[in-house]
């Protein structure tokens, strides 16, 4: 029998409650949200929606299915946190870029970037999908490259020279990881009119699909269908 997910896509501004593509909800998250206030969150919103399995995505490394690090843009406490005993259902935790790029691949070689409030970034291959941290890149005046293409950078840089800086950045990371094409999501691909050859526009939505290939199951080795490196 197939299983019905709710997808949580946790972001620096809200977090996403998806139990389909067009069903969803979304809160407030930011610099003070803790695990135990999501949670508290989350369960009133969710109490009538039937599903079997969670799967979260998570601004941090994550590796193994365990949060790494402390996220930038939430409050403390995450490591180490007990999802599936505070949510009462199996979870499996993933990077929120690598989730969105799993939902969002369609074949060969792809490159993520997610343009929100820092720069989130996966590269999908075959069945393998290998969560990046390339907001953390030296950039320059001794800057990391999220400071300029994230949140701040844009209010602080202004709509043109953003797009000027995103638009180089692209071409150049799209040819250092020998992509074929790059899929742009977050709230902040919008502002981007035109976009260079081999780079396309994703959708939020896409975070729903990427949670839902996290439970499928190859049927012929009866493991995991995606490898999460």
């Known amino acids: 029998m197939k299983r019905k997910i709710l997808v949580i896509d946790i972001g620096g501004s809200h977090v996403k409650l998806m139990i389909s593509r067009a069903k969803k909800l979304k809160f407030t998250s930011g610099f003070r949200l803790t695990p135990r206030e999501m949670v508290a969150e989350i369960k009133p919103l969710v109490s009538d929606w039937k599903f079997d399995a969670i799967s979260m995505g998570f601004p941090a490394p994550v590796r193994g299915g365990r949060i790494l690090s402390e996220p930038k843009h939430l409050g403390k406490g995450w490591v180490g946190f007990n999802f599936e005993k505070a949510l009462g259902k199996p979870v499996r935790i993933i990077n929120d870029a690598a989730m969105q790029a799993l939902g969002s691949y369609r074949g060969h070689r792809m490159l993520f970037l997610g343009l929100g409030t820092g720069l989130g970034s996966a590269l999908v291959w075959d069945r393998y999908v290998l969560p990046l941290e390339l907001g953390d890149l030296p950039y320059r005046n001794g800057s990391i490259i999220e400071d300029y293409l994230g949140k701040p950078g844009l209010a602080r840089l202004g709509e043109k020279v953003w797009r000027r800086d995103v638009e180089h950045a692209l071409v150049q990371l799209r040819k250092s990881l020998i992509a074929d094409y790059v899929?742009?999501?977050?709230?902040?691909?919008?502002?981007?009119?035109?976009?260079?050859?081999?780079?396309?526009?994703?959708?939020?939505r896409n975070a729903f699909l990427g949670g839902t290939r996290l439970w499928q199951i190859d049927s012929r080795t009866r493991r995991p269908k995606w490898q999460i490196l």
């Open 183 to 204: 899929v742009l999501g977050g709230g902040n691909a919008k502002k981007l009119d035109a976009l260079p050859k081999g780079v396309e526009r994703g959708h939020n």
